[in-house]
């Protein structure tokens, strides 16, 4: 079906930066909109970008941080995290809302995941 691969969480220093990107293959039809959430345990999963034409959205929490983008040939978002603070630690979640080839409608989908951990 669809799938959505994503790279780039590590480890980094406060103050430090990050690029993560996501990958999305398999029967695709559209892409609507892709964007990033992220997760600490025992919380809720937040919206933290999302870009859907050419509009974009972020947490109020990382905007003039982190930027998003998409490359739309590739089907690939991209999120680049500059002056990263330590409450910015959570596993990162690629989102995005697909019509596959065949469907009548979008559905989301999502990545399995990367971490990011800020800390000295």
């Known amino acids: 079906q669809v799938q959505l691969v994503e790279s780039g969480g590590g480890l980094v220093q406060p103050g430090g930066s990050l690029r993560l990107s996501c990958a999305a293959s398999?029967?695709?039809?559209?892409?609507?909109?892709m964007g990033w959430y992220r997760q600490i345990p025992g919380k809720q999963r937040e919206l933290v970008a999302a870009?859907?034409?050419?509009?974009?959205n972020y947490a109020g929490s990382v905007k003039d941080r982190f930027t998003i983008s998409r490359d739309y040939s590739k089907n690939t978002v991209y999120l680049q995290m500059n002056s990263l603070k330590p409450e910015d630690t959570a596993v990162y979640y690629c989102?995005?809302?697909?019509?596959?080839?065949?469907?009548?409608?979008?559905?989301?989908?999502w990545g399995q995941g990367t971490q990011v951990t800020v800390s000295s």
């Open positions: 989102n995005s809302r697909i019509k596959t080839l065949g469907s009548a409608g979008y559905a989301d989908y």
């Open positions: 398999g029967s695709i039809f559209m892409i609507n909109a």
């Open positions: 870009i859907s034409g050419g509009s974009t």
